[in-house]
Structure formats: structure tokens, C-alpha cells
């Protein structure tokens, strides 16, 4: 798989992910005019405003209402409109997750909700701010598709791809600059998972979601050093998840750790894991959050802190290489 | 536009009304669970849509001139299954199998189940920002083809949705109880369709007082209704919810008056009809029994 040539340099390209999303969903309605955009008076820093610019006509300000942001947003798609909703991951679909159940996934309308500032790498704002939960609450919702790009290359294929998929989906988006790991020839497609990194023999497989996969990619060419070999794999769709490429995965290496920057209670290693509990169980390790809430900090001491770091992800890697 | 309203006509409605209030009870007492004072309490109001108001047509429901109709307060669906049997969008008999497993009338509605539907509700307060969303999708709409006629274009610059020419084709009506305006979402959805003076939303709140625990003014008081509504830039109508003719021209005024939705406040009472049901916030949330349904039917004049 074809990925940044630099991904390993020092000066490997760094873009927040959010933007990535911005210029998709400009694109987006530039090829549909059905598309139109929804803030809850956060346009800026959700990257929505170039759209707004472009498209002053589908551009809808909700103000500091997200209740109201993701109903309005089902009347309009069930209208024939492909809206695409944005706040910060804590408040949408934080606070309006009932509304999303009953008027979006139970409706079945066509409405892209779009989480920004997921993680504890929301930094300085705080543990209010940031969004650990959003994967749990989103893809216990039947109906939904949830999606974590990587980085922002594969955050404009994900909007875009969303656009054209008819049906409720959730993108999940940091906030922070993120190493640029993809290219615009690797390929996305909704549902299938990336192999980033393929190994003949592999002692595990990580599997990483979002902002963490850059972690998950350098703790592996880490421990390849030690002699543990690992497969990384990009789950940049959780939900529906790819049984085929995890099952693969579980048989080739026999282990896997799962990493993301989300609570452990919930969230994508816990997709995994109800995965191949049922159809192939092998030992696993699950990289997140365990049960706290984030706090304010630098995005690299609270990645440290909470234990979502290369040297985490290592630690998680060996426990489970060690005990075999 | 629509015929005039004839005593003979408001005779037909007058009957028609009772029939459906008949069906409701049947219904109710068939199932063992549901809602009887709502329905009961608006059964003129969706008769009047149904059979004089509403821009409709049963054997075409999804015709895209259609109105809209948004049951927001999606408990009263009793109300609004057994007007549309009436109305010919299914059979009458299908009314029994309210509630029960595999029926397509869900104890509150599902548009999985009946695809005629706008929406499916039943959690309260969302109704009206749905009813926002579809007003503002058509604003959208009308304002591109104003971009694709070459109307009100300067140097490629799209016209405000505000300035965009605006269709009378057809209305979304939403109907709400009094009791979800104590939901945060129902009051930012009043603010925004205040905002947006989108002028093609005719909401009918059913102001009969009650809500299961008890009468709305204990519970969170809700008054004065008006004023809050007219401070959200809403233009305002109060009816009486059993005047045919009240509510057929409180109807016909919202439709003419531009720059700002209308809320019409139509007061009703709940369990309208039965003498034991009526005004008691008790008849909220239940249906009657097998022997309080005999007594209602009586009272209503079914044949039996």
C-alpha cells in the first residue's frame, strides 16, 4: 500500500485532520448541490467555513443548539437534501444522541454527522472538551456508519465517499496536527480496511483507528527492531466492520491490540473484540482510555499520560508477544 | 382554493369526526394500551385536515405537491391512524391491530412500518425542527432554480435563501402537544423557524392542559403560551380546537400571512367526548377498559 515516502522522517507532513474534511466537503458540494452544510456556531474551527463561503445558500447556522442541529438536519434530508452536520464530537452526538437515534437512524434519513475535536489531543481546553465516548454512542445505533480517518488525505475521501452513501453516517474527526500517513493513490473505500504495514510473519496485529494509526505505524517499525514483527492495519471504518481483513489478521499473527484515542469501555477494540470472541478468538490487548475523563495539557503529554503513546502501544505489543 | 365551508359540509365533518372518535376507542380497547385523551381532544382538528384542509391524496401519498404533516407529539398517533383509515390510506379494520406484533400501526408511529408517514416520532420535541428542516430544503431548492433561471443572480453571487422566490405549492403542518414544550429542542426549533420566517410552517399545538403526571400549569408552567411564542417571532392564532369553522379559517389566515410562521393555539379538550374522559389528566396516558369502552361508545353513538 502506497503511503507518505517522509512517514518516518522527522519532517514527515503534519495537517490537522479536521482540515481534510473541509476541503471534502467542498468538494462535495461542488459535484452535488444537494449537499448542504450545518454548524452549531463553530464554523471555523470545524472547517466548514470555505464551504460557507462557496455555498452561502447551503449553509445553515443553528447557532449553540445541537438538539436542534441534527433535527432540523433530518427535516431537510428527508426533503431530499444530503445535509452534513458539524460540532465538537462532545456535543454532537454528545448531547443529541437521542435526537440522532430517533429522527436520523430510526427515520433512516440521509444525514452525515461530522465530530470534530474527538480525543484528549483536543489539549488545553479540557476534559469537557474532549470527546472519548462518541464511537460507543454512535455505533450502538443501528444504521449508523462510523468512520476515524486517519489523516486529513483519507478525511477528504471519507466526506466524500460519505456524500455519495446513502444512509446516517458518523465521521469522527482530532483536532491537532496529524502526521500525513496515506496519499491521495491509497485507496478508501467505506467498509474496508487498510493493511499499512504487511509482514510474511507477524507476531500481532495492531489495529488502529484515527489519530492514533501514526503511533501504532512507529511503535511497529520500533519493535521490529526488538524482533517483533507486526502487522498495522488502518480500521478507518469501525462500523460496518471488516471481518474479513480482522479475521485475517487474528489467523495470520494470532494476536491482536487494538489502539485508539477513545474510552476502552465501547469504542473500536471493543468492536474487535465482540468480533472474534465469536469467531475466532485469539489474546488481544486494548489501547484507550481506561475509564477517565481527559484533562488540559499539551496533546503530547495527555497522549502520554493517558497511555496512548509509541511507548504504550509497545508495552501493550509485548505483554501479549511475552505471554505466548 | 378549497371549497367553501356549507353547513351541509360542516354537518359531514361533524359526523365524520365522531366516527373517528369511535374508532379510537375501538382501537384503544383492542390494543389494552395507549393514549385516549389526545386523541379524542383533536379528532375535529385532524378531521378538518383530513377531509377539507390537507392538499393530499390517500391512493398517492408520496405526490411531491402534497402538504406535509408532522405528528410531532407522536403519542396522539390513534388519532392520526384512524383519520387516515377514514381518509382511505388503508382499511378501517387494520385500526385493530394497534400496537400489536407485525401490525404497521406501531404504538408510536414508524415510517419502517408505514412508508406514508413524513416521520416517525414518538420522543417529544422534535417534530417542529423537522418541520424546519423540510421548509428550509425547499427554500434551498427554490432559490437554485432561481440560480438556474438566471433570476436574481449578480456576478455568479447565489441569492440569500431569504430573497429566494418562495412556493405556496404546499404547507408543513406540525402538530405538537402542549406538554413537549417543556423540551429544550421544541424552543429551538421556535427560535430558528422565528429566524428563518419561513412561512410555509403552520403549527398546531393541541393546548388541552394535560401531560401524564399531571395539568401542564403544576407540572412546568407553560402560560403565557402566546406571548412566548409571538417573542419568538411567530405569528399567533388561538381557536377553539371543536369550531370547524375556527379551525378551517385559522388555517386559511396562516396561509396568507407572509414573513413569519404561524403557530395556531388550539384549545381542546382532552377525552373530548367521552363524559368520563374529559379534562382528567388520568385518561392521558391509558386507554379504557372493555366496560369504559362500552359506556364511551355509547355516549359517542356507535352501533353496537
Known amino acids: 500500500m502506497k503511503l507518505n515516502p517522509k512517514l518516518f522522517q522527522s519532517d514527515v507532513e503534519q495537517e490537522p485532520i479536521r482540515a481534510g474534511f473541509g476541503r471534502g466537503l467542498l468538494k462535495a458540494g461542488q459535484l ?28 445553515i447556522e443553528v447557532g449553540v443548539a445541537e438538539q436542534n442541529l441534527v433535527t432540523v438536519a433530518a427535516g431537510m434530508a428527508a426533503a431530499g437534501k444530503i445535509p452534513f452536520t458539524s460540532s465538537y464530537a462532545t456535543f454532537s452526538p454528545g448531547r443529541n444522541w437521542e435526537q440522532i437515534r430517533t429522527t436520523i437512524c430510526y427515520n433512516n434519513v440521509n444525514v452525515k454527522i461530522v465530530g470534530s475535536h474527538a480525543g484528549v489531543s483536543v489539549g488545553p481546553d479540557g476534559g469537557s472538551h474532549q470527546a472519548l465516548e462518541d464511537i460507543a454512542m454512535m455505533r450502538a445505533l443501528p444504521r449508523m456508519t462510523v468512520i476515524s480517518p486517519c489523516d486529513s488525505i483519507e478525511a477528504e475521501k471519507a466526506t466524500l465517499a460519505v456524500a455519495k452513501f446513502v444512509g446516517p453516517t458518523y465521521i469522527r474527526l482530532a483536532r491537532e496536527k496529524t502526521p500525513i500517513i496515506t496519499t491521495a493513490e491509497t485507496p478508501f473505500t467505506l467498509g474496508k480496511a487498510n493493511v499499512l504495514r504487511a509482514r510474511v510473519t507477524s507476531h500481532v496485529a495492531i489495529i488502529a483507528t484515527g489519530s492514533l494509526v501514526y503511533n501504532a505505524l512507529m511503535a511497529a517499525e520500533e519493535l521490529s527492531k526488538e524482533g517483533i514483527e507486526a502487522t498495522v492495519i488502518n480500521l478507518h471504518t469501525i462500523k ?70 509509541v511507548h504504550s502501544i509497545k508495552q501493550a505489543v509485548r505483554s501479549l508477544v511475552d505471554k505466548k | 382554493m378549497r371549497e367553501p365551508i356549507t353547513e351541509e359540509k360542516l354537518t359531514g365533518l361533524k359526523k365524520q369526526a365522531n366516527d373517528i372518535r369511535i374508532s379510537i376507542i375501538e382501537m384503544l380497547v383492542e390494543a389494552g394500551s395507549g393514549h385516549s385523551a389526545g386523541p379524542l381532544g383533536m379528532a375535529d382538528i385532524f378531521t378538518a385536515l383530513y377531509f377539507h384542509i390537507l392538499k393530499h391524496d390517500p391512493f398517492y401519498p408520496a405526490w411531491p405537491e402534497r402538504d406535509r404533516l408532522i405528528l410531532s407529539n407522536g403519542h396522539i398517533c390513534p388519532v392520526l391512524y384512524a383519520t387516515m383509515a377514514h381518509a382511505k390510506y388503508f382499511p378501517v379494520e387494520e385500526l385493530l391491530t394497534l400496537r400489536k406484533f407485525g401490525s404497521r400501526l406501531q404504538g408510536h408511529p414508524h415510517r419502517d412500518f408505514l412508508p406514508m408517514l413524513e416521520t416517525s416520532s414518538g420522543p417529544l420535541g422534535c417534530g417542529l425542527a423537522q418541520a424546519v428542516g423540510m421548509a428550509l430544503a425547499e427554500r434551498i431548492t427554490l432559490s437554485e432554480l432561481a440560480v438556474g433561471s438566471g433570476l436574481q443572480v449578480v456576478s455568479g453571487n447565489a441569492p440569500h435563501p431569504l430573497e429566494a422566490p418562495h412556493s405556496n405549492s404546499h404547507y408543513i403542518f406540525c402538530m405538537m402537544s402542549d406538554g413537549e414544550h417543556d423540551e429544550g429542542n421544541t424552543w429551538e426549533a421556535i427560535m430558528m423557524g422565528g429566524k428563518e420566517k419561513l412561512d410555509n410552517i403552520i403549527a398546531i399545538v393541541d393546548r388541552n392542559h394535560i401531560q401524564i403526571d399531571g395539568n ?25 380546537g371543536h369550531d370547524f369553522k375556527e379551525i378551517i379559517n385559522a388555517v386559511e389566515e396562516a396561509k396568507a400571512y407572509k414573513g413569519k410562521p404561524t403557530v395556531i393555539i388550539a384549545h381542546t379538550i382532552p377525552g373530548k367526548g367521552v363524559s368520563f374522559m374529559e379534562n382528567k389528566f388520568e385518561w392521558h396516558g391509558k386507554p379504557p377498559t372493555t366496560e369504559e369502552a362500552e359506556v364511551a361508545l355509547k355516549e359517542l353513538g356507535a352501533r353496537s
Not at chain 1, 452535488?32 to 460557507?52: I, N, P
Not at chain 1, 463561503?53 to 447551503?58: E, S, V, W, Y
Not at chain 1, 503530547?300 to 503513546?309: A, H, K, R, S, V
Open chain 2, 216 to 240: 401542564t400549569e403544576d407540572i412546568m408552567p407553560l402560560e403565557p403560551m402566546r406571548a412566548k411564542w409571538e417573542a419568538f417571532n411567530w405569528h399567533v392564532l388561538d381557536i377553539d
Open chain 1, 32 to 59: 452535488d448541490e444537494r449537499v448542504v452544510g450545518f454548524c452549531a456556531d463553530l464554523t471555523e474551527s470545524t472547517k466548514m467555513e470555505d464551504f460557507k463561503k462557496a455555498f452561502p445558500n447551503r449553509f
Open chain 1, 240 to 309: 460496518p466492520i471488516d471481518r474479513e481483513t480482522i479475521i485475517s489478521a487474528a489467523k495470520h499473527a494470532g494476536r491482536i491490540v487494538t489502539v485508539e484515542e477513545h474510552q476502552k469501555a465501547g469504542g473500536m477494540g471493543s468492536a474487535v473484540a465482540e468480533l472474534l470472541v465469536e469467531l475466532y478468538p485469539v489474546p488481544m490487548r486494548i489501547v484507550g482510555v481506561d475509564d477517565k475523563f481527559g484533562q488540559s495539557g499539551k496533546p503530547t503529554e495527555l497522549i502520554e499520560f493517558y497511555g496512548l503513546g
